[in-house]
């Protein structure tokens, strides 16, 4: 069945510095792909999310980069800052019609002051 | 911004109990979910919902029931639990193909089966 692939269980950065997280999808047909944060102990919160029908989108300090050849879309975190510190999780709907989301299995960021 | 809503949030069961956690939502969205949450899984989905009266099978709809009376109101039942469905469950809400499809979540419910 289709799946999401999320590359980096961890990822510890220093304030300040960039983050990057990496997802591949094997639903060709795949047309949105979201990104939520999960703070501890608390649900998710959607944060940005890209489109098949273009490659770049950037929202303040995220900046989510999709390339289709290689089924790969990456969230990119600028200046961190110490409440960035969380669980991502990537996802990418299904082609079925069903508006189903398939998600990545979640990369804990930590940034470290 | 999206309201959901989910109790109980936390819930201790008996194995062969049955389990009932129930979903509402004020958006007046369509779609509906259930998912759980285990370490290393992600979100897996169990069922979703259309509509008032519909329930589909997600991923894994394996011991879980779901029942959608109205368009607020998703319920999801557990009629034997088990340990295995020890987990954090969360439902969402959402309207695709408005332009808005991303998820909104509820704050979840802890469930411990013994």
């Known amino acids: 069945g289709e799946k999401v692939e999320q590359h980096e269980s961890t990822l510890s950065v220093r304030e300040g510095d960039s983050a990057v997280i990496n997802c591949t999808y094997t639903?060709?047909?795949?047309?949105?792909f979201p990104w939520y944060k999960q703070e501890a102990g608390k649900s998710l919160h959607f944060v940005i999310d890209?489109?098949?029908?273009?490659d770049r989108k950037q929202s303040q300090r995220l900046i989510v980069l999709l390339d289709k050849k290689a089924k790969r879309f990456s969230l990119h975190i600028t200046a961190t800052q110490p409440e960035d510190s969380a669980i991502y999780f990537c996802?990418?709907?299904?082609?079925?019609?069903?508006?189903?989301?398939?998600f990545g299995s979640g990369t804990q960021l930590t940034v470290m002051p | 911004e999206a309201a959901v809503t989910q109790s109980p949030r936390n819930k201790v069961a008996v194995t062969g109990g049955k389990v009932t956690l129930s979903c509402n939502q004020t958006?007046?969205?369509?779609?509906m979910y259930w998912y759980r949450q285990d370490t290393g899984h992600g979100l897996r989905l169990i069922h979703y919902?259309?509509?008032?009266?519909?329930?589909e099978k997600g991923d894994i709809p394996d011991g879980y029931k779901a029942s959608r009376p109205s368009q607020e109101n998703f319920s999801l039942i557990l009629e034997l639990a088990t340990p295995s469905q020890t987990s954090v469950y969360f439902c969402?809400?959402?309207?695709?193909?408005?332009?808005?499809?991303?998820?909104?979540f509820g704050p979840g419910t802890r469930l411990l089966v013994l």
């Open positions: 969402a809400s959402g309207e695709p193909g408005t332009g808005q499809d991303t998820q909104y």
């Open positions: 639903d060709t047909a795949s047309s949105y």
């Open positions: 890209i489109r098949s029908n273009v």
């Open positions: 996802a990418a709907s299904r082609s079925s019609g069903s508006w189903q989301l398939i």
């Open positions: 958006n007046n969205h369509n779609n």
């Open positions: 919902s259309y509509g008032a009266g519909s329930t």
